[in-house]
């Protein structure tokens, strides 16, 4: 018996040692506004004049924070639909956003809103 558990406890380690590591999401990385670059600090995420973050589930802005659950892949556009969970200046509240991969980096969209961001230079 004690033979038999230590066999399905290496089994089950080895299953999850060898489980593929999170592979980065497709809208991953740091931005800034658009035409920004010399007034924008790409060290900085979440600050005034600070770059934006986009990382797995979740978004960080401007004195906020997002998770984004929900995803929906847009037919035909090289974009996601998410429910956006977010927490910021003290308040919590949801909206739907949606992410599209767009020259030179990103544009997110919200209801009645379109911003325009580019990639920070790899660091």
């Excluded at 600070?50 to 929900?70: H, K, M, P, W, Y």
């Excluded at 910021?88 to 992410?99: F, K, Q, S, V």
Aim: glycine share 12%.
């Amino acid at each position: 018996m004690l033979a038999r558990s230590l066999s399905f406890c290496v089994t089950v380690g080895l299953a999850i040692g060898l489980a593929p590591a999170a592979s980065a999401g497709p809208y991953d990385g740091l931005y800034y506004p658009e035409g920004q670059a010399e007034n924008w600090d790409c060290q900085r995420v979440g600050a005034d004049g600070g770059a934006i973050s986009v990382q797995d589930n979740s978004f960080e802005g401007v004195e906020n924070r997002c998770t984004l659950t929900e995803p929906v892949a847009v037919r035909g556009m090289n974009a996601t639909l998410y429910d956006a969970k977010c927490n910021g200046e003290g308040m919590t509240y949801e909206h739907r956003m949606m992410l599209l991969s767009s020259p030179p980096g990103l544009t997110i969209i919200r209801d009645g809103y379109a911003s325009y961001f580019e990639r920070c230079p790899e660091q």
